[in-house]
């Protein structure tokens, strides 16, 4: 009972081999890793991507299956955080990342839109008050309540909006397309090949792409990703078509989905355990699985079979911001990571953002997510 994603037939890679020393060693074969290896082989430079497992076989090939504009703090909290004008600027970085994205994936990403919806009426309050935000400044969006929900919604949430550009990807299939892009483009892609010391790579320049898997090449900055396990389950398929998008509530611990063939993907309900699901892990429990198959059970009316169980680690960063630049002290060493849970999108742009600024292009955001500000905070 593996990832749901991972089941997929996995189409051939081009083989590559270089000649000599790679400009660029990228470690992280997930979706961060295959896009900073394929902008950097765009720009002309010889790319070396390093996997530990498979190419999607860590977050990109473990995680909801959501691709979501913004950040992972909510749009009226970043402008209060960020200052409206930074907020709005990465607000429209992230939708324009998302259609971009859409270009690459193909037919592994849909654009349905997506529900956030609350559970209780001071969820309802705060949910609200993002709309308001995201509309005062100009960005898409729609309320629902009440009848306006589908009938197995309503049941358990007051309200929702609606981000009617966002959509439902299959992360593993994106990534592979990724990869095949960047073999083409020249990159040499070394599956079960872990890096342990990047002092032993023959590289320029070395991209940590690891997210939330600890990869033991960050030093004291290790810690400041922190390894965060997500569980979810999938359903035999089902007939009924009753879900046509990506659905999140109750602060993010509930998420769903109804994948193309009728399954129903389920996952979240953290907070059943908090405490145990700040490990890097990838195992599920039955507490947790528990809850999600009584979720299940009540969203749908019935108990349905589960096929498929699996966890996946992301990486928890506490303001809530990536963390993407060089790493403080070294002259060779960049990281990219840190989506706390938003990685599909973020981590896209994100691996394209570390590639601009090694090869010297404008980098908006840079600053606001250089890894010098956890030395700060710390």
């Known amino acids: 009972m593996g990832s749901y994603w991972l089941d997929a037939e996995r189409p051939r890679l081009p083989d590559v081999r270089l000649q000599g020393p790679a400009d660029v060693a990228v470690v992280g074969g997930g979706i961060t890793g295959c896009a900073c290896a394929l902008a950097l082989a765009e720009g002309g430079l010889r790319v070396v991507l390093h996997e530990a497992r498979e190419l999607a076989g860590g977050a990109s090939g473990r995680n909801g299956g959501f691709a979501l504009r913004g950040g992972a703090m909510a749009y009226d909290r970043a402008r209060e955080w960020l200052g409206p004008e930074p907020a709005r600027r990465y607000w429209e970085w992230t939708e324009r990342s998302l259609h971009d994205l859409t270009?690459?994936?193909?037919?592994?990403?849909?654009?349905?839109?997506?529900?956030?919806?609350?559970?209780?009426?001071?969820?309802?309050?705060?949910?609200?008050?993002?709309?308001?935000?995201?509309?005062?400044?100009?960005?898409?969006?729609?309320?629902?309540?009440?009848?306006?929900?589908?009938?197995?919604?309503?049941?358990?949430?007051?309200?929702?909006?609606?981000h009617p550009d966002d959509a439902m990807i299959h992360p593993a299939r994106a990534t592979w397309q990724l990869a095949i892009r960047s073999a083409q483009a020249g990159v040499e892609i070394r599956e079960h090949s872990r890096v342990d010391d990047p002092g032993r790579l023959d590289a320029d320049r070395i991209v940590v792409a690891t997210d939330g898997y600890p990869s033991g090449l960050l030093g004291r900055f290790e810690g400041?990703?922190?390894?965060?396990?997500?569980?979810?389950?999938?359903?035999?398929?089902?007939?009924?078509?009753?879900?046509?998008?990506?659905?999140?509530?109750?602060?993010?611990?509930?998420?769903?989905?109804?994948?193309?063939?009728?399954?129903?993907l389920a996952g979240g309900f953290r907070d059943s355990d908090l405490a145990s699901e700040f490990t890097a892990e990838e195992a599920t429990t039955p507490r947790i699985q528990s809850a999600l198959e009584r979720f299940l059970a009540d969203l749908l009316g019935r108990a349905p079979?589960?096929?498929?169980?699996?966890?996946g680690i992301f990486g928890l960063v506490p303001d809530l911001l990536p963390v993407v630049g060089r790493l403080p002290g070294s002259d060779r060493i960049w990281i990219a990571g840190g989506y706390s849970g938003h990685g599909n999108v973020l981590g896209f742009a994100c691996g394209r953002l570390v590639a601009a600024a090694i090869l010297g292009e404008e980098t908006p955001f840079l600053e606001l997510f250089d890894p010098r500000r956890l030395d700060a905070v710390g």
Do not use: C, K, N
């Open 305 to 311: 079979r589960i096929t498929h169980r699996w966890a």
């Open 224 to 264: 400041s990703i922190i390894p965060t396990r997500g569980q979810m389950l999938a359903t035999e398929p089902i007939s009924e078509r009753l879900f046509d998008r990506p659905h999140y509530g109750r602060h993010g611990y509930d998420y769903w989905h109804q994948a193309a063939d009728g399954r129903i």
């Open 103 to 162: 270009e690459v994936a193909g037919d592994a990403l849909r654009r349905t839109g997506s529900l956030r919806l609350a559970a209780d009426e001071d969820e309802r309050a705060e949910l609200r008050d993002e709309f308001d935000a995201l509309r005062d400044d100009g960005f898409a969006a729609e309320w629902s309540e009440g009848d306006e929900l589908e009938p197995p919604v309503r049941r358990r949430f007051a309200a929702a909006i609606l």
